[in-house]
């Protein structure tokens, strides 16, 4: 199946908070929660709490001459396998050295967050939880922000945990996947499964806390950057510091920098997700640019078809093109009148914008 939900007893193993009808996934398949539903109620409901254990592995003996049942069982030293408690289902055959983290562990850095949906995928040996860092913030007209941290790992000896920040709401495998590729740009935490791994648990939930006041500083400037109006200065600062002029450029060089310019001026004056007239359209087209414009091979990154709402990256000043990214989110903080020294000076997890 497309969505690729686990089922436990026939039901499946998801849960997820019903706000109205749009909070429905897709496959419509789930749990219905209510909105001040916690993490562990979550975990007993969606079934991704259930407890994994490390036995042993046996194999037979061959027989000897004559006989046609096998010979005596043999315990291999140096593997175990990977159970699931509630029905002894076994998802893998690992190292002896593989150290289990039972979900209810890997989500406690999200202790006190809201809930938002959590599954079981696949066999059930793969899972993920998704919560909110804030409610939802409005950075312009018709223009909200879900800010989530997300958590997923597998008990099937491949998957690490992994903890992240997220704008996609994970519902399915697909949504995980998106999630996966377009997160992590303010948080991003892998835990393998070795004999560190609780202590490096215990270390995420402070980088969480702060992740969370970060993302809020960086909405408050987006918010502001949604009533600054966009004028010629304005863009002629934010295309200085994209393609810089002045230097020695060879022929096939300027060249570059004029297909360069017109991909940018293309995601600017023509994408259906910014409105180029404040400051706030114009870090949209610049991160649109930046993460998608240059690796399309012409291609207009801002096609209406394309999957736009999970491709900004609003929250991100970090990943790709960092450096070009903080220049900008600087100059248009200029622009709008943002002390950003002083707000640098009391969030050390901005101080990238400084670059």
């Not at 991909?263 to 870090?283: C, E, H, I, Q």
């Amino acid at each position: 199946m497309v969505h690729d939900i686990h089922e436990i007893k026939g039901e499946p193993a998801m849960a997820y908070v019903k706000r109205g009808r749009k909070d429905i996934p897709w496959h419509t398949l789930g749990t219905p929660l209510p909105e001040d539903a916690t993490i562990e109620e979550a975990l007993e409901i969606s079934h991704i709490g259930e407890r994994v254990e490390k036995r042993p592995v046996y194999t037979a003996a061959p027989p000897r001459p004559f006989e046609t049942a096998g010979g005596e069982q043999i315990r291999l030293d140096r593997e175990r396998a990977i159970v699931r408690v509630l029905d002894n289902r076994v998802f893998a055959v690992a190292s002896d050295q593989y150290e289990i983290v039972q979900v209810a562990d890997a989500v406690r850095p999200f202790s006190g967050l809201p809930f938002e949906t959590a599954g079981l995928l696949g066999n059930g040996s793969r899972y993920w939880l998704l919560a909110r860092t804030s409610d939802q913030i409005k950075v312009a007209d018709g223009d909200y922000l879900d800010p989530y941290v997300l958590v997923t790992g597998g008990h099937d000896a491949r998957h690490p945990v992994r903890l992240m920040d997220a704008t996609t709401r994970v519902v399915c495998a697909n949504t995980l996947a998106v999630a996966l590729r377009h997160g992590g740009s303010g948080l991003s935490i892998k835990i393998r499964h070795t004999s560190n791994a609780h202590d490096r648990l215990a270390v995420a939930e402070a980088q969480i806390a702060a992740l969370r006041a970060r993302q809020l500083t960086v909405a408050e400037c987006l918010r502001q950057f949604g009533e600054t109006m966009a004028h010629d200065k304005m863009i002629s600062d934010v295309a200085e510091i994209l393609f810089p002029v002045g230097e020695a450029l060879t022929d096939r060089q300027e060249e570059n920098r004029k297909a360069q310019r017109l991909r940018f001026w293309t995601a600017l004056n023509s994408s259906p997700t910014v409105d180029n007239s404040n400051a706030y359209g114009v870090f949209n087209a610049v991160t649109e640019y930046l993460d998608w414009g240059q690796t399309r091979n012409g291609q207009n990154p801002t096609s209406k078809n394309a999957d736009w709402r999970e491709r900004r990256a609003l929250f991100s000043l970090e990943g790709a093109a960092a450096t070009q990214r903080s220049a900008v989110f600087k100059a248009l903080s200029d622009h709008a009148g943002i002390d950003l020294a002083t707000m640098i000076a009391s969030d050390h997890h901005l101080q990238g914008v400084s670059r």
